[in-house]
Every structure is written in C-alpha cells, then in structure tokens.
C-alpha cells in the first residue's frame, strides 16, 4: 500500500546512526543450513541485518524493500561488515517474483499473505524458505499494532502446501511474539 511505503521511507530517513550488525538468532542456529553459494532474496529486508548476515555466510544476496533509505543503510552496514549485497527498491504490492529462481529466500518481520504462494514458486528446487514474523502474542507488548499484520495459531503451517516444512513454530505462549517456519522447495524428480 502506498501509504505504508510512504510511512516507512519517513521512519529510515529518521535514523541517525547507522545501527550495528544484529542477526536475528534464527540464521544464527541455522547457520549450517543457510551457508553456501547460490543466490538469496530477503525480502522487505529494511537495513538489511539479514542480508548482510546471508552474504556472512557466503550466499550472493538481493536485498529488496520499498525504502531507498533503509537499502543505503544497510549498503553501509554490508561494507562495515566486508560483503556486498545487492539493494533493490521494489514494491512488493506491485513486484512480479521470479519463478525458481533463489536458493534461499527470508522474510522477516513483514506479513503480506498475497505473497506467499509468489515465494514458494521463487525457489530454486531444494531451496530454503525462512520466515518469521510476528503472532498474537505481540499484541501484548503493542496493543495498537494492526491484527492483520499478524499471523494466527498455526497458519504458518498451513501457508506453504506445496514446500516441505523442515521447522515450523507458532508462540506457545505471550513471550514469543514470533512464529516462524523454515521450509524447503521439493527436489525434481
Ligand atoms: C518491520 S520492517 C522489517 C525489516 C527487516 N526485515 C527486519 O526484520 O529487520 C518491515 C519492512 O517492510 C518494508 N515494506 C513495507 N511494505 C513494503 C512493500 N509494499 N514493498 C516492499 N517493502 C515493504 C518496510 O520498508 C520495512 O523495511
């Protein structure tokens, strides 16, 4: 939606600092799965802490948001850190995915349901799909936060019919904001 594009160009251009690299603990315990070479889309990337933490691990990586300004941070984040990503600014209201493309694809913290089949059939076959996002529990700590922007008890599991999910966990309870599922695009036979 244009507003929220809008609105999160407004946020970045508000950043000061340029933030320290921070991996979200997922790509941390699933490091082993992730690493490798072949090319990775993380999409709605923002200031690309997940981007630069794929690139880490050795993977060609396209970063995608609708915010200029959160790609320009996140250029900065990738040079602090000695790799290079890719900055695209699409929007993911209007942006055709590629078909089997991506040997890995993430998507963190943003929730456009529209999407998901367009990710599953972005994959290379064998590829790996990591998302997470947040759940009801969230609204907990941001009562006002928008609930369709937030995934529902087991939804994730039922999302991505035609992957094979690998790990998939919803909150279990109000100290986990966050479902997430990894799962991954079967092999050609
Ligand atoms: C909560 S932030 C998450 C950023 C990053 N994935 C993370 O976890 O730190 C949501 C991101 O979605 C992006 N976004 C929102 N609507 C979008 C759209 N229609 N197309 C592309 N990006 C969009 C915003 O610019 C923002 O960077």
Redesign the pocket.
């Known amino acids: 939606?244009r507003s929220?594009?809008d609105r999160?160009?407004e946020?970045?251009r508000d950043t000061t600092a340029v933030p320290s690299l921070i991996p979200?603990p997922l790509l941390v315990h699933y490091a082993d799965l992730l690493k490798g070479e072949g090319l990775a889309l993380?999409?709605?990337?923002?200031?690309?802490?997940?981007s630069v933490q794929l690139a880490r691990l050795g993977r060609q990586v396209v970063a995608?948001?609708?915010?200029l300004t959160?790609l320009q941070i996140g250029q900065r984040i990738a040079a602090r850190e000695g790799v290079r990503i890719q900055g695209l600014v699409?929007?993911?209201?209007n942006?055709p995915l590629p078909q089997s493309t991506f040997e890995v694809i993430t998507?963190?913290?943003?929730l456009?349901r529209e999407l998901f089949p367009a990710m599953g059939n972005a994959l290379k076959p064998g590829g790996l799909l990591l998302y997470k996002t947040f759940n009801q529990h969230h609204l907990r700590e941001v009562p006002r936060f928008n609930p369709n922007y937030l995934l529902r008890p087991g939804e994730l599991a039922r999302s991505f019919p035609d992957l094979e999910l690998i790990v998939c966990r919803d909150g279990v309870n109000a100290r986990e904001p966050y479902s997430f599922a990894i799962a991954r695009s079967p092999q050609k036979t």
């Open positions: 939606m929220d594009v999160w160009e946020k970045y979200d993380d999409l709605a990337a923002g200031t690309c802490h997940t995608l948001d609708c915010s959160a699409a929007d993911l209201d942006w998507c963190f913290r943003y456009n």
